[in-house]
């Protein structure tokens, strides 16, 4: 008997063993995507869905996304350079005893303004050649006319002539050629006194803004200038623009800059000529823009940074908080029904402040998550 019960018992303990356990996991078995009590957020494939009961209801803030016209804007350093065409090196024609300094350092000068004057051997041989070539051509050039009479009264022949004009136009060569030797030294043999030294003139109107010589140097080395002259009345802007911002750019378009050497002024221009050549090695090129500069603060050689002013048109624009980075891509977290969040990845523009611009990926209209974005990654 006693063998009996203690057989019913055991059998009791396993039937209530396996009773229990089966309740145990049915109540631990959750429907598919089910909300569980006091769940913030679930997942449903690439949703978030932010349950009733859900404390995140009460932190979560959206947005609804509008498209405004913008002007958009590019940013580019830039250098402060002197117009090519108002800055000339000044070189001595010839080399030659430097024999005085007729400007300083920070002078202005006028177009054809004499700079310095030099003693050249050179020079004066080619005067020499000068007065020598006209005597030639003078003393032919009567040979040529008493011939023609001689002719004319039949005392000389045909041949006496003919080689008279080639005598005369032989020696008028060598006038002519020894006449442009002088003027392209900038001498008038017609004007000027013969004997003078060589004199250099400045080519165009401007300042002083570099000295390399002293009185009484001897100048061997034509390549190497004696001082240079520029207009700085108008300068140059030269922005480098990456080559992919290229396209957002054209000839007339306005900007704003600022130069590090006065922060706080604003000056504006307009693009003069965009580069036609990208370099090879850093992948920009170079845009120039004229500004003027009549009291020459803006000195070449000045770092800038330029703004190029876009023209206004609809942009899609959020705040930066709306944006959430994942690797190199850009998210932002949509309300496509109420509660239930869906991410879109976009393309981003340029930052105007604490809002950005979206330029791929998202419409007006749309119903965006402020911040918070990154406790959906």
């Known amino acids: 008997m006693g063998m009996k019960i203690k057989k019913d018992w055991h059998l009791l303990a396993a039937v209530l063993i396996v009773i229990t356990s089966t309740t145990f996991i049915g109540c631990n078995r959750a429907e598919p995507n089910a909300v569980m009590p006091g769940a913030k957020f679930e997942r449903q494939g690439d949703l978030v869905v932010i349950p009733e009961q859900s404390s995140l209801r009460d932190r979560l803030k959206f947005v609804t996304v ?23 090196s000044i070189f001595p024609p010839l080399s030659g005893h430097l024999t005085k300094l007729h400007v300083q350092l920070g002078d202005s000068v006028t177009n ?5 004057s030099l003693e050249s051997p050179d020079f004066f041989t080619a005067q020499d050649n000068y007065v020598k070539a006209k005597s030639v051509e003078e003393l032919t050039r009567r040979a040529l006319t008493r011939q023609r009479e001689l002719l004319t009264n039949k ?20 006038f002519d050629t020894a006449s442009q030797q002088l003027l392209a030294y900038g001498f008038n043999p017609e004007t000027d006194k013969l004997g003078q030294p060589l004199r250099v003139y400045s080519p165009l109107t401007g300042q002083v803004v570099d000295m390399a010589s002293a009185h009484g140097e001897y100048r061997n080395d034509v390549t190497m200038p004696l001082m240079t002259v520029a207009d700085l009345s108008t300068i140059w802007l030269t922005a480098s623009v990456q080559e992919k911002d290229l396209r957002y750019l054209t000839k007339g378009q306005e900007i704003s800059a600022t130069l590090t050497a006065y922060p706080g002024e604003k000056i504006n221009g307009a693009i003069l000529f965009i580069g036609d050549m990208v370099d090879s090695d850093i992948r920009v090129a170079k845009v120039r823009i004229a500004v003027a500069n009549l009291q020459t603060r803006f000195k070449p050689g000045m770092f800038a940074t330029v703004n190029f002013l876009g023209y206004p048109e609809p942009q899609i624009k959020v705040p930066t908080t709306v944006i959430v980075q994942s690797g190199e891509s850009s998210f932002v977290f949509e309300q496509i029904k109420p509660w239930v969040l869906q991410p ?23 119903s965006v998550l402020v911040k918070e974005g990154v406790l959906f990654q």
């Open 66 to 88: 509008s498209a405004d016209k913008i002007q958009s804007q590019l940013s580019a350093p830039a250098v402060v350079e002197a117009d090519p065409q108002k800055y000339a």
């Open 155 to 174: 005392v000389a022949a045909q041949k006496d002539v003919e080689q008279a004009v080639s005598d005369y136009e032989s020696a008028k060569s060598d």
């Open 344 to 366: 879109r990845k976009v393309t981003t523009g340029s930052q105007l402040g604490d809002e950005t611009i979206v330029t791929r990926g998202l419409d007006a209209g749309a």
């Open 112 to 116: 054809g303004q004499l700079l310095a």
